[in-house]
């Protein structure tokens, strides 16, 4: 079975600094990774993804996040944030030989405070 | 450009009583997933559809049933309600054939149930 696990409920950082937001999975096979943002009463976008490649991958909003196999890890960046970028994010994995669903991550609030 | 749309974007149930929520999809998009997701919670895979045949089947209930239509578009019906069932439902589309394997989701249909 597939899992996600997002270790912080919460994370608050001030606006201008960098923010990471945590994420380690555990699947059968290669994995397809993804960062998702809910805004409040909205649905979920994306954001960024890895299914194979260069290891970092840049997303949208000035999001980044590397994968990391040997510790299965794919945490979320930003060098910079901003206020409008609190939000609740989600991390999300697919086996490569699942072609089924996506599990989500129990999610993580993200409060940047000016 | 199209997003996915869901309808009633509200809807408010007694117990016992029957819902049914609908999904259109990205025009072109082959794949449609439905989640729940309680006040506070992760999204939780109920089930999909992958050109109009069920693909996958997570944590729905036997009283919920779904299916897929000709056009595409896809209904979710909810029997036997419980208070349980008060939940975000988010309906998704992908392009599974593209290999893209990004998730688009609907604003969510709201269901309270009394």
């Known amino acids: 079975a597939q899992s996600v696990a997002q270790p912080e409920d919460q994370v608050n950082v001030a606006e201008g600094n960098p923010l990471t937001v945590k994420c380690t999975y555990s699947v059968s096979g290669n994995p397809y990774l993804f960062w998702y943002v809910q805004y409040p009463n909205r649905g979920l976008q994306f954001l960024l993804k890895?299914?194979?490649?260069?290891?970092l991958v840049k997303g949208s909003y000035g999001f980044e996040a590397e994968f990391n196999k040997s510790q299965t890890s794919f945490h979320l960046k930003k060098p910079s944030a901003l206020v409008s970028d609190s939000a609740l994010y989600f991390c999300?994995?697919?086996?490569?030989?699942?072609?089924?669903?996506?599990?989500f991550g129990d999610g993580t609030t993200l409060t940047v405070k000016p | 450009a199209a997003g996915v749309i869901q309808s009633p974007r509200h809807l408010i149930k007694e117990k016992r009583e029957t819902a049914t929520l609908k999904c259109y999809p990205i025009?072109?998009?082959?794949?449609v997933y439905w989640y729940q997701q309680g006040p506070g919670q992760d999204p939780q895979f109920l089930i999909s559809f992958y050109e109009k045949m069920q693909s996958d089947k997570g944590s729905i209930p036997d009283r919920f049933s779904a299916q897929q239509f000709s056009d595409y578009h896809s209904e979710l019906n909810m029997s036997s309600l419980e208070l349980g069932d008060s939940a975000l439902y988010f309906c998704?589309?992908?392009?599974?054939?593209?290999?893209?394997?990004?998730?688009?989701f609907g604003a969510g249909s709201r269901l309270t149930v009394l």
């Open positions: 998704a589309s992908s392009l599974e054939a593209s290999g893209a394997n990004v998730l688009t």
């Open positions: 999300a994995v697919r086996g490569g030989t699942n072609a089924g669903k996506s599990t």
């Open positions: 025009p072109r998009h082959d794949t």
């Open positions: 890895y299914i194979t490649g260069d290891n």
